[in-house]
């Protein structure tokens, strides 16, 4: 069961903008995506902005951590020039600004909920609750409206409980990667809609095991078109990736 978009432009806009910006959707949707991933972590107090390392020196500059620092001052840091001189000036989102571009394009999110560890819980319910409130039009989870729903996932299962617990008509994906034995209990507890996992671990068996379950497969992050056809002959319902100039949103 996969309600969604086939191919989703992973962090926005792949390898083609910087990671977790508006400007990476903008360049999504100018190669006709309308479905992105993107990361969501706390910032010191409590809002929920997007952003992939808690450590800052990759993606933003300078030293310190998205949990030690004010939301004012994430949202001046500079995400854009690492990637290239073009993007200079292009800040850190909020996940409300993201949800907000994402609603006003017609763009389906995955909201990877992904703490600073020590923040599971803190981050899954602030995430959460946003979410409602964003999406609350489409809530409580009407199989009608289901697609307008964005899809938690996380590799955190406590994260993804307390999401659950906050918010539980937004459905969740539990991210995994390698299948464990217990995979099934996991999705289980969760009332999960979906397993997503590294395409690279995943075998013919385990993705038929997954579907002959019920559950919707997601893999990460598929950047050859010969390696989205094979998976998705296993029965891998949809993928994120890197290469959204090779991999076009309505990839067959
Ligand atoms: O959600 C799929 C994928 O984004 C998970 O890995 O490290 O790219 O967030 P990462
Ligand atoms: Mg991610």
Redesign the pocket.
Known sequence: MWPYPKVVA??GGGTLAPENTLAAMRCGLDHGFHAV???VMLSKDGVPVLM?DPEFGRTVPGKGGVAQTMAADLLQMDAGKWFSETYTGETVPTYEMAALFCQQYGIWMNV?I?PVPGFEVETGKAVARLTRQLFSAALPANPSLMQALPLFSSFSFEALMSAKQETPGIPRGFLTDTIQPDWQQRLQALDALALHTNHKHLTPALAGAVKQAGYGLFC?TVNQPDRARAIMEWGVDAFCTDRIDLIAADFQ
């Open positions: 992973h962090r991933e993107f990361d992939h990877e992904k990460y």
